[in-house]
């Protein structure tokens, strides 16, 4: 099955600087990967994704790059906020037509201000 | 749209008792629900995938006895936790693919269970 890692498993930057979590993951087939903000006791709630077709999506400050040969995508956050403290979560799914995806095992970002 | 309603929010009840978790889609048909269950500040581990009308799929190491899912409609997928255990306690959470998005998929609001 697939196996999904992510770094680091914690993350403190200063308010306005840039934030950067990475994720491997190993199946060759998959093909869609989203990015997942929770907040404590709350439902995650999906921020950007990408398809292996595209090698980079962004949404304000929120971007991902996706290097299909290595098998690796990040999450770049920019003029980070206090309220983007939340821990994230990456994700892989070997298919968008309902099959189940694997989540990385969480970044818990701390935004100082 | 998209939405998935999940109940209880939380619950607690006694050691050999049973629990059972609903996740309803509101405005879609679900015909695939995943239920994850996160322990403290770890990931999301899938634990099973139900698909309507058929038994479900459990992932490795998670027993089928003891984790109930039925997926009876379109529109209702449950979780029963039985004879329940303080090991058990956890965030239990569904998630369904949202239709028409390309793979984007819609989670519930999650169930705190905790067994004394």
């Known amino acids: 099955g697939e196996n999904v890692e992510q770094h680091p498993s914690t993350l403190s930057v200063q308010e306005g600087d840039s934030a950067v979590i990475k994720c491997t993951y190993s199946d060759s087939a998959s093909n869609y990967f989203p990015w997942y903000k929770q907040e404590l006791g709350k439902r995650p709630q999906l921020i950007i994704d990408?398809?292996?077709?595209?090698g980079e999506k962004k949404d304000q400050r929120i971007a991902v790059t996706l290097n299909k040969t290595a098998k690796h995508f990040s999450l770049h956050i920019t003029e980070t906020q206090p309220e983007d403290s939340a821990v994230y979560f990456c994700a892989a799914s070997t298919s968008n037509t309902g099959n189940q995806f694997y989540f990385g095992t969480g970044t818990s970002l701390t935004v100082i201000p | 749209g998209a939405v998935v309603s999940q109940h209880p929010s939380w619950v607690i009840c006694k050691s050999g008792t049973s629990v059972k978790i609903e996740c309803r889609s509101l405005d879609f048909q679900a015909t695939t629900m995943f239920w994850y269950r996160q322990f403290p500040k770890q990931s999301l581990m899938l634990m099973a995938t139900?698909?309507?009308?058929?038994?479900?799929?459990?992932e490795q190491g998670v027993e089928k006895d003891k984790f109930l899912i039925n997926h009876a409609s379109l529109t209702l997928s449950t979780l029963t936790v039985t004879s329940a255990h303080p090991e058990d306690s956890s965030f239990y959470i569904c998630?369904?693919?949202?239709?028409?998005?390309?793979?984007?998929?819609?989670f519930g609001s999650g169930t705190r269970l905790t067994v004394v």
């Open positions: 139900s698909n309507e009308g058929s038994k479900a799929t459990y």
């Open positions: 990408i398809r292996s077709n595209v």
């Open positions: 998630s369904s693919l949202i239709p028409g998005h390309g793979g984007g998929y819609t």
